[in-house]
């Protein structure tokens, strides 16, 4: 059983960046695809971001297309999420999670979920 820690959360003014990585461990998360959501306050959780196994292939929510970089280093076991250009919608708790399924949007995909990092960007 994978277990995932999520780090970097802060504040931040906004226009701001911060990068989160989601630290893997019981065994290895190179071989699964990687998803990052978030949940806001009085929200339901959303989907931020996902990358395959090998790192080839990213999709990200159109909310944060072009300010938010997924990445991994699987020698590390470690999943990160850069965030650029951060907003005051950006605040919310974040999640990194395994994807178990094709269906990249939704957090029922998902499992293994880590404890969440809380981001909060003042504007």
């Known amino acids: 059983q994978v277990q995932l820690v999520e780090s970097g959360g802060g504040l931040v003014q906004a226009g701001g960046s911060l990068r989160l990585s989601c630290a893997a461990s019981?065994?290895?998360?190179?071989?699964?695809?990687m998803g990052w959501f978030r949940r806001a306050p009085g929200k339901e959780r959303e989907f931020v971001a996902t990358?395959?196994?090998?790192?080839?292939?990213?999709y990200y929510a159109d909310s944060v297309k072009g300010r938010f970089t997924i990445s991994r280093d699987n020698a590390k076991n470690t999943v990160y999420l850069q965030m650029n250009s951060l907003k005051p919608e950006d605040t919310a708790i974040y999640y990194c999670?395994?994807?178990?399924?094709?269906?990249?949007?939704?957090?029922?995909?998902?499992?293994?979920w880590g404890q969440g990092t809380q981001v909060t960007v003042s504007s």
């Open positions: 999670a395994v994807r178990k399924s094709s269906l990249l949007y939704y957090a029922a995909s998902y499992d293994n």
């Open positions: 019981g065994r290895t998360i190179g071989n699964s695809a």
């Open positions: 990358i395959n196994s090998r790192g080839g292939s990213t």
